[in-house]
């Protein structure tokens, strides 16, 4: 009998086989790194405010003050909480009843897997959710993505809407390179990549993000209080990169019918925006909107709510006095309302 001697590749790995078992521990390092920190956060920073069920959806959502409506609607990758780190919910809740969203897939509300959630169906969730909570009539007021939801609310309820305040919306399609960060959206791929990696390099790349954002103002030390892995969390992630992937084309929807638009509007954006161009959106929606008033603030980019949150209140409140008798009084109410430090 002849002696078989074996080959190399039959004793030891090949290089493709030792990649591929690196990769997995990586992968599998990720997955416990992430669903510990995911636990972690949600622990320190459970719910604060109250929960409706729309649709088999539940929403959570923060409350507070009394008299006429105003709801807050946050931007992409962030929550509700935004609102109060940026002094903007402290504010509006002396003359009103403000009611700020998570949105769905943001913070502590569901998104389902079994919707598309475009702003058209946010809007149409967040109707009904109004109505389920007692309000009636509400102005909005829209931060980014907010924006086209605010819109979209608009105008498929305009008897329900009664005025609309957009802050730093993007309104118009364009090109965006951010489109690619939509991955995480990607069924398959993008459930691997939301639960290993993507968060992983969200939290790195989180200091030049929030700094972007900011630009070129610094980044205020409230918004550190941001806890960061809540915007991180595999669920969240899935929702921003949809989002993301999801914004050319719901701009190109809504901007079609931004005509129909009849109620007061306020348009307010900083000509220092790094995100959204405020020309290209800001000014040309108001251009197209004849009856809205446009503020834009020197110096502020795209987090004009942290900014100039007074300023928005001062708009809203002019909204306010357009259409009822009672409120040049809320206009007098907010305008005396003391404004966070200010970032220049």
Known sequence: MHNVIPTRSSRTPSRLQTAALLGAAGLLASLVYV????RQV????????????VDGVRLHYVEQGEGPALVLLHGNGVFAS??????????????????AFDRPGFGYSERPDNNHWTPEAQAQLLYKALHQIGVERPILVGHSWGTLVALAMA?????????ITLVSGYYYPSARPDVLMATPAVPGLG???????APVLGRLLWGSIIKRMFAPSPVPERFQQMPKWMALRPSQIGASASETGMMIPAAARLSARY???????????????QIVDPDHNARRLHEDIAHSELIVEPGVGHMAHYAAPERIMD???????????????????ASMHQAPPSLH
């Open 42 to 53: 949600e622990r320190d920073h459970p719910p604060q405010g109250k929960f409706v069920d």
């Open 259 to 273: 005509a129909e638009l009849t109620m007061p509007v306020a348009i307010i954006a900083g000509d220092a925006d």
């Open 155 to 163: 105008i498929e309820y305009p008897k329900y809407i009664r005025a």
């Open 191 to 197: 459930h691997l990549l939301r639960n290993t990696l």
């Open 82 to 99: 935004d609102f109060e780190l940026s002094g903007l919910l402290e504010q509006a809740a002396r003359p009103y009843r403000v009611i």
């Open 35 to 38: 669903q510990t920190q995911k």
């Open 315 to 333: 708009a809203v409140a002019r909204l306010e006095a357009s259409l009822t008798p009672g409120g040049a009084n809320l206009r007098h109410q």
